[in-house]
């Protein structure tokens, strides 16, 4: 089962609610913590209406991991339209993991966290988060390959495990400036290159 299964919730008013709820919830307490009584108690409806709308709590995971990762995606895309070249742009990528994580929340990363804690392996979340990894990788890569680096493959595996180096150390590390820090090695790393 993967997260397309699932089809988007029409987004009522009461919908939203329920959806924002979940998202504070799932991101600060985790996935597993949070009932759906909790839920609906939160959004100040009732869990009837949170299932008419939603379905499951698994469908609402889903929702909640979806709109994170469209607001992520929208996030890079905004800070790599702005870059110069392709160099640039896998520095872009870095910039708007430091925007995010000033403006999206201290907890870590809501894929990682997912993953973490959804282990079964036909969760549909699990499908989710692993894509939005695939996804940024293949962003790496298409921007070494653009900037005619010969290994584009395996520079964009390195650059992913310094985003996601930085994303767990800005957590569990206690690096404040891990997206900052990582984004100056990733322009080491395409800086010595050619």
Not at 24 to 30: I, S, V
Not at 150 to 177: K, P, Y
Request: charged share 30%; proline share 2%; hydrophobic share 45%.
């Amino acid at each position: 089962m993967t997260a397309d299964t699932f089809a988007r919730p029409r987004m009522t008013r009461a919908a939203r609610k329920i959806l924002d709820a979940a998202s504070r919830l799932f991101y600060e307490r985790g996935i597993a913590a949070v009932g759906v009584d909790l839920i609906a108690a939160e959004a100040g409806v009732t869990k009837k209406t949170l299932y008419d709308r939603f379905g499951s709590k698994d469908n609402l995971v889903v929702a909640y991991l979806r709109e994170r990762d469209e607001r992520w995606r929208a996030v890079v895309e905004r800070h790599v339209e702005g870059a110069s070249g392709p160099r640039e742009a896998v520095a872009a990528v870095f910039d708007s993991l430091s925007e995010w994580q000033r403006t999206m929340g201290d907890r870590g990363c809501s894929m990682i966290n997912a993953l973490a804690e959804l282990t079964g392996p036909d969760h549909p979340a699990r499908a989710l988060a692993l894509e939005q990894k695939q996804w940024l990788r293949a962003r790496f890569a298409g921007f070494v390959a653009a900037a005619g680096v010969e290994d584009a493959a395996g520079v964009a595996v390195e650059l992913l495990l310094l985003h996601e180096g930085a994303v767990v150390m800005s957590d569990v590390g206690g690096v404040r400036d891990a997206a900052d820090q990582a984004g100056r090695a990733a322009r080491r790393l395409i800086g010595r290159m050619e």
